[in-house]
């Protein structure tokens, strides 16, 4: 038998497939629970190198998985923040070039600018403007000025953590954050905020409807036959048959309402969830094809993006 001793060998065979699913699956466990406090700090980062809350949780998700792996290959845990961050920099420019966005400068470049001191200080006015611009506004930024103006006036890294975390030197840093911080001050003068619609999309407004009144025969009634779910953090799956399963999880869970939302720039339904660890709001994406569902992103297990966004709802 599979995992059991070998008879008259007095060896063990090789583990059974469910233990060794188990030992990968708290492995994952220990991992996700050892960078929880970081992960909304990264996509901070993530979704201002993007340009987009969801794009840098799909950057935040496959810095991890990056992490995760790398970390099999090491003998010791090395510092996890800057760590991390160094893979997330380099995750989000290869997203931001897959995608075709196009880059003023490259991040080589600005290691051969002159320093100037007085440019450098702790400048309260353009942490300000860095907060408070619109996400997409730092992808007017090539990528070192972007990176260096986030994690300097966004998440407030020293300019030591930065060339860390960016593989710069200090001088290259203060460069970059400085003409980042000019590029940024123009861009967000020229800037149009994403406004919503004046209402919800009518395939939006009748999921809601018919999620909101648990009638689920309904709701996969407008499921595509190929539909894809990623129940962001936890699991994927695809086809009918299999996503069907997921709406289970909120017939089973008392405590929440949904209604169609504005959020990151797209339509979402917006769900308010109460329970044990409070009220919490969260949202999720759904992609549409002929009038079905193709693709439902949840984003239960990530609530944090909600942080990094207003949640309107829409009439």
């Given at each position: 038998?599979?995992?059991?001793?070998?008879?008259?060998?007095?060896?063990?065979?090789?583990?059974?497939?469910?233990?060794?699913?188990?030992?990968?699956?708290?492995?994952?466990?220990?991992?996700?629970?050892?960078?929880?406090?970081?992960?909304?700090?990264?996509?901070?980062?993530?979704?201002?190198?993007?340009?987009?809350?969801?794009?840098?949780?799909?950057?935040?998700?496959?810095?991890?998985a990056r992490a995760y792996y790398e970390l099999s290959q090491l003998e010791a845990l090395p510092p996890l923040r800057p760590w991390l961050f160094r893979i997330a920099h380099h995750r989000a420019i290869d997203h931001w070039r897959r995608e075709k966005l196009r880059a003023s400068e490259p991040i080589e470049s600005a290691e051969g600018v002159?320093?100037?001191?007085?440019?450098?200080?702790?400048?309260?006015?353009?942490?300000?403007?860095?907060?408070?611009?619109?996400?997409?506004?730092?992808?007017?930024?090539?990528?070192?000025?972007?990176?260096?103006?986030?994690?300097?006036?966004?998440?407030?890294?020293?300019?030591?953590?930065?060339?860390?975390?960016?593989?710069?030197?200090?001088?290259?840093?203060?460069?970059?954050l400085h003409r980042g911080r000019v590029a940024l001050q123009s861009a967000g003068a020229v800037a149009v905020p994403s406004r919503p619609p004046a209402g919800a999309s009518p395939e939006l407004k009748r999921y809601a409807a018919l999620f909101g009144a648990h009638d689920w025969d309904g709701v996969r009634a407008l499921l595509a036959d190929d539909v894809?779910?990623?129940?962001?953090?936890?699991?994927?799956?695809?086809?009918?048959?299999?996503?069907?399963?997921?709406?289970?999880?909120?017939?089973?869970?008392?405590?929440?309402r949904v209604a169609p939302a504005w959020f990151d720039g797209r339509e979402v339904l917006a769900v308010e969830e109460s329970g044990a660890v409070g009220m919490r709001r969260y949202v999720v994406q759904l992609a549409w094809r002929e009038g079905r569902v193709a693709a439902i992103r949840d984003f239960r297990y990530v609530p944090y993006i909600a942080q990094e966004g207003v949640i309107e709802e829409l009439p």
């Open positions: 038998m599979v995992g059991s001793t070998v008879e008259g060998s007095g060896a063990e065979g090789p583990p059974a497939d469910a233990d060794l699913i188990g030992v990968l699956e708290e492995g994952r466990r220990r991992f996700l629970a050892l960078v929880a406090d970081v992960r909304p700090e990264l996509l901070r980062y993530c979704a201002r190198m993007t340009g987009s809350i969801a794009d840098g949780e799909d950057v935040v998700q496959e810095t991890l002159a320093d100037d001191a007085a440019l450098e200080p702790e400048n309260a006015a353009a942490r300000r403007q860095a907060v408070q611009a619109a996400i997409a506004s730092f992808l007017a930024l090539a990528p070192a000025q972007r990176g260096c103006v986030i994690l300097k006036d966004v998440l407030d890294h020293s300019l030591d953590e930065i060339a860390i975390e960016l593989g710069l030197s200090v001088q290259a840093v203060k460069a970059a894809r779910l990623d129940l962001v953090s936890r699991r994927k799956s695809a086809g009918r048959r299999e996503v069907a399963r997921y709406f289970g999880n909120y017939a089973r869970t008392p405590g929440w």
